[in-house]
């Protein structure tokens, strides 16, 4: 994904994946719910495009769960 130096602001499913561990299904339910943000690609007349994950969405998101799971110890 992105090297020691640099911070990605934007992301495919797979290196979200592979980074994070999280699946389709999980991603596609934070997507729906709001709770990340997503960019859709699709050209003019196209049926298909390349979906974009926000990655700072994404760990806020996980450091917001994180914060739940502290305060209820």
Known sequence: MA???TQ???AREKEITARYGLSHM???SLRKA???R???LKGEGKKYGARLF???SIEAF???QEA???SAL
């Open 38 to 40: 997503t960019c859709s």
């Open 68 to 70: 739940l799971e502290t």
């Open 8 to 10: 990605i602001e934007w």
């Open 54 to 56: 926000n990655v700072s």
């Open 62 to 64: 996980l450091a917001s």
């Open 3 to 5: 090297t020691p130096h």
């Open 26 to 28: 999980i991603l596609f």
């Open 34 to 36: 709001g709770k990340i």
